[in-house]
DNA sequence: GTTAGTGCAAACCTTTTGCAGCTCT
DNA sequence: AGAGCTGCAAAAGGTTTGCACTAAC
């Protein structure tokens, strides 16, 4: 649990433990999944409904340049938002579905490979490092190519002179 | 020279090659750098004055989902803004000094592994995949360090009650 | 001649800033 | 007590959209 490791480094920075940090620091920690600024905010104000979206802002910020959350962007998936993560967890990547926005995450060695040549190669100090890669998930694959043969097809009968018939279109966050 | 690459693709796919868009393309192409929507603008503005920065931001969205530039963030180095890249080269890490901004290129096997990893583990179609780097390059290692050390120097003072000595600030984009 | 593409203005979304008042330690 | 933090309003930065006009094929 990296909660309480990131409260302690906090205090003895001399950072204030309010209300409202807490609340966002749990929130952040708790929800397993990766959550953006308004996301946060939203779910922040059901516990509190005084606190306000710029506190989440200025917490995130925070946070981020204190090195305790990683900022990420999973491929601006959903827009140009950012997402965040408790950095307590072994470097990884993100896979992100582009069809269904499910996100994986991996861990594998080559990965610290990589670090450790960009070190040894450039003898460059890293700070922090992310990896993010998209693409169409398992499951997603076959509906995919369904998708772009129906397309095809409209577009070929909007060609012929026909009218397109109904279509069904898909998307999640 | 991904240029004629890209220009054939585009005359394939019956997207129409503007003066604006050559424009752009060149743009893109020859200058070795990554460059952002607002750098881009103001390069072709000069070639056409009359060039407007919606039609860049159109371009850019065009060739991004063409699948014939890559957007980069550079870790939000100078802000929120993105960049890009022609996609005819190999795949490869971004490696950015957050100190004086230096963008480097790695390409290594440890790229491809992942990726064929992430594929196999996951079944997952990768379609497009981005690894970058941050931290201080080899000449800003030192310099950052003496920043730090006078920051907290200076920090000791206003503690003490005195007046912080003037102190010099360092950034590039 | 069509249809895609452009320019302009205005909107939009996410994030930051200035400042007065509140609250943690 | 007092510096640090919050809330509010307003601005900023980056990007997208609606619409009438223009130009590529």
Known sequence: MALEGIKDTLKQRGVRLTRQRRILLELIDESGQH??????????????PK????????TLKMLKEGGLVDELDLMHIGGDQHFYETRMKQEHAHIICL???????????????????????FGFQIVLARTEV??????????RANEVKEAAAEQAQAVSGE???????????
Do not use: I, M, W
Request: glycine share 6%; with cysteine; proline share 5%.
């Open 35 to 48: 959550l953006d600024a308004e996301r946060l905010y939203l779910l922040a104000k059901e516990k509190d």
């Open 51 to 58: 606190l306000n979206r710029v506190t989440v802002y200025r």
């Open 99 to 121: 069809r269904c926005g499910k996100v994986e995450e991996f861990f594998g060695e080559p990965l610290q490979k990589l670090r450790r040549q960009v070190e040894s190669h």
């Open 134 to 143: 998209g693409g169409y998930c398992s499951h997603c694959q076959v509906l």
């Open 163 to 173: 009218e397109p018939r109904p279509r069904s279109h898909h998307r999640s966050a």
